[in-house]
C-alpha cells in the first residue's frame, strides 16, 4: 500500500514520467523530481521498517524442540479429542 493511499484512500495515478515532462514548464519538471525522489525515500524506510519489525519478532519466536525419529516424548491426554 502506498503512503498516499493510505492518507486519502485511493491510489494516485500519473500519466507522466519523468521522461515526458520534458514539453512541461521547469516548475513541473521540478515537482515530478521530487515527488519520485520522495517515493523512493519511503520505499527505502518502509523496507527498514519491516527489516526491524521481522528482526524483534523473530526475537521473541523459538525454534521449537529438535525431535528426531525414534525419540520418546509425553503426550498430554487432555490435547486429544474423543
Known amino acids: 500500500m502506498s503512503p498516499f493511499k493510505a492518507n486519502y484512500g ?3 495515478k500519473t500519466l507522466l514520467l519523468l521522461k515526458q515532462v520534458k514539453k512541461l514548464s521547469d516548475i513541473a519538471k521540478e515537482r515530478a523530481k521530487k515527488l519520485t ?3 523512493k525515500k519511503l520505499c527505502e524506510s518502509a523496507k527498514m521498517v519491516q527489516k526491524r519489525m ?3 519478532y523473530n526475537k521473541k519466536r523459538s ?3 529438535d ?3 525414534r ?3 509425553w503426550l498430554l ?3 486429544f479429542k474423543n
Open 10 to 12: 485511493y491510489v494516485f
Open 37 to 39: 525522489t520522495l517515493h
Open 54 to 56: 521481522k528482526m524483534y
Open 63 to 65: 525454534e521449537g524442540p
Open 67 to 69: 525431535f528426531k525419529e
Open 71 to 73: 525419540d520418546r516424548v
Open 77 to 79: 491426554y487432555k490435547n
